[in-house]
């Protein structure tokens, strides 16, 4: 089976400016995780989407992060404006399986904010 | 909620040696866990998971962990090791989502 796709792979930005990060997940599967890695650090939960709605998002910063998926397929993840906090590798995820528990991560996209 | 606890940022040991990687876990209920490797600018692979069952949870690359419910442990395991599993290493619990350790660097030399 197909696994996570994410583009783009690297992206260095300007501070303030504005970036978006795109995840097509394993084919069929509902559920979509979208996850911060700050290096040094373990990944850190943004927004979880079943279907094209949101399950959780207590811990996306919505001042300046948003991320959508329209028809519960792929989807963006979006930072405007971006601050140097921000850099990081940011993380799509989706279920193996309906109970398998385990999550299959994409290769990530990796923000540098100057 | 849950969160789980790596006290190592960093486990050195010689190929060939046995391998620990430690993992504490803190959960309300039955507790899910998994153990993670990531290889530099790679995203995560699953190596292994405790649901219910056997305590010796056996996984990918001849990894194995030793889920201890008294101890509220989940450490990884590996009888001989190899330079090529040096890399970053996370612990996680799921509940209502995954929640992920800080990592562990694995340096394993020749």
């Known amino acids: 089976e197909a696994g996570v796709a994410q583009s783009p792979r690297y992206k260095i930005i300007e501070k303030r400016q504005s970036v978006a990060f795109w995840c097509n997940p394993i084919?069929?599967?509902?559920?979509l995780y979208w996850y911060q890695q700050i290096l040094g650090q373990g990944p850190k939960l943004l927004i979880q989407?079943?279907?094209?709605?949101?399950?959780?998002d207590s811990q996306l910063p919505k001042d300046r992060f948003s991320a959508e998926r329209l028809k519960g397929v792929d989807s963006t993840l979006k930072i405007q404006p971006a601050k140097l906090e921000d850099s990081a590798v940011y993380l799509c995820?989706?279920?193996?399986?309906?109970?398998?528990?385990?999550?299959?991560f994409g290769e990530g996209s990796r923000l540098t904010v100057l | 909620a849950q969160s789980v606890a790596q006290p190592e940022d960093q486990v050195n040991v010689a190929e060939g040696n046995p391998l620990t990687v430690k993992c504490t876990y803190s959960?309300?209920?039955?507790?899910?866990l998994f153990w993670y490797v990531q290889y530099p600018n790679r995203g995560l692979q699953f190596l292994l998971k405790?649901?219910?069952?056997?305590?010796l949870v056996k996984g990918s690359y001849g990894f194995e962990a030793e889920f201890n419910k008294s101890q509220t442990s989940f450490h990884l395991k590996k009888p001989s090791a190899l330079v090529s599993d040096s890399a970053l290493y996370f612990c996680?619990?799921?509940?209502?989502?995954?929640?992920f350790g800080a990592g562990t660097r694995l340096t394993v030399k020749p």
């Open positions: 959960v309300s209920g039955n507790p899910y």
């Open positions: 995820a989706s279920p193996r399986g309906v109970d398998a528990g385990e999550l299959f």
């Open positions: 084919s069929g599967h509902a559920t």
């Open positions: 989407f079943q279907n094209n709605g949101v399950v959780d």
């Open positions: 405790y649901i219910t069952g056997d305590n």
């Open positions: 996680a619990v799921r509940d209502d989502d995954m929640r």
